[in-house]
């Protein structure tokens, strides 16, 4: 009875520490808990469930993935009123191409969530981006399409997207970021250290400091990259300042 | 005076059977007008707004098709629970093929609808479909995801998908329906006349008559298809009583 009691406890903490950082990642509280664990649970874990079907993410990958294809039309919908039909396929599958998709998931650390048999390791990319996409499924099936959408605007729209960037027309972020700071004689400071952590690949953190205060951090496999990243992330915070 | 007045009037009176017409084809009442008028406006009217951006529903098909494919994919995550993911895309394109869309489109007259310069015989297949998927990107703009969803529930799911047909295990609504009747004991009635209405190709309208009362009505190029389509209606009609 008490080893029962032991088992059930662990399990309960386990759960309460998988939803504490869930609902960190996602900014609200979640209901429907069964439909998020599913969306962490990996093929390999064999899951059924009492009808027998496969109980693992990726039906949710494919609900996820329209859920996020149609936000994101509809935001380009609105943003772009000057662009055609095909300029909003094109810059819809730029938002939403699978290396996108990946980086996204793979800066939330959802894969830190996953139930799996299968070692982290031997994931492939992909599994970020799958993860990712599940999770929006997940969202829709608990709380409906207006919070998918929120959470698709500050997870997807708000740090990641920009129009200008997806048309080529910025370069770089850090020069932008370089630019202004000259202009507005603000200082600037990138602070970058190695931080590989638990990953194979050698990693970079990057602070970015402005007039001594961090405005942007990011984490990336080259310095440059991580620099470039946090710039993106400090233009977007101070965006209406930089542009007017 | 009197003229702007009378061009106004009949602007108005003209609008007012547009909306009573198109009303009748959605279910509810619309509130942001403009949009629908832009989803019935054909970019050979070559209109533009204030800004010099194109009004025209190319736009909205590009929402409309991205607001169907979720809709249609969370009807099948929640109807198919045995599905796996490729199942599902298989599925989903199935119901939202261009073939379908036209048929759709042409069931609701949309083209009636339509504002053009161009002569509406001139058109071709998928004028139906993309004037279909507009005014599904129309609703979304109006009345939100909530309502887009009823409407193709209402429009799409319930009179014209059904799984088993789609899997291709149901091969003639007419066979299932003279079979139900026979061993039901009851009187059934193809009446096929040709209604061709302006239309350039001969069409065949059909009504099927079950004891003496019609069940289903349709209408198409040949005989054969008409009776189908009829039967596949009546057979929606009776599905609780002829599935039991």
Chains 1, 2 share one sequence.
Not at 57 to 76: C, K, Q, W
Not at 159 to 167: C, H, K, N, Q, S
Request: aromatic share 12%; with cysteine.
């Amino acid at each position: 009875m008490n080893f029962v009691r032991k088992i059930l406890k662990s399990r309960s903490e386990k759960d309460g520490a998988f939803f504490a950082e869930l609902e960190d990642i996602l900014g609200f509280k979640t209901k429907r808990k069964k439909i998020y664990k599913k969306a962490f649970t990996h093929r390999s874990m064999n899951k059924k469930d009492a009808k027998g079907n496969s109980v693992n993410y990726e039906r949710l990958e494919f609900l996820g993935d329209a859920m996020l294809s149609s936000v994101i039309s509809a935001y380009l919908f609105t943003e772009v009123p000057s662009g055609n039909e095909g300029y909003l396929t094109k810059m819809r599958s730029k938002i939403v191409s699978r290396e996108h998709l990946n980086e996204l998931g793979r800066d939330l650390k959802l894969i830190d969530l996953v139930q799996s048999r299968i070692p982290k390791d031997n994931f492939g990319e992909n599994i970020h981006g799958n993860l990712f996409e599940a999770l929006i499924g997940a969202i829709f099936l608990d709380k409906g399409y207006k919070y998918c959408e929120r959470f698709i605007h500050y997870r997807v729209i708000s740090p990641y997207v920009d129009i200008e960037r997806l048309e080529g027309k910025v370069i770089s972020y850090k020069s932008l970021l370089i630019e202004w700071c000259q202009k507005e004689k603000k200082n600037f400071k990138y602070d970058v250290y190695e931080d590989t952590g638990n990953d194979e690949l050698k990693h970079f953190a990057v602070k970015l400091f402005i007039d001594n205060r961090v405005v942007g951090k990011a984490r990336a496999t080259s310095k440059k990259k991580a620099e470039e990243k946090a710039s993106k992330r400090a233009y977007f915070a101070f965006q209406k300042q930089i542009s007017t």
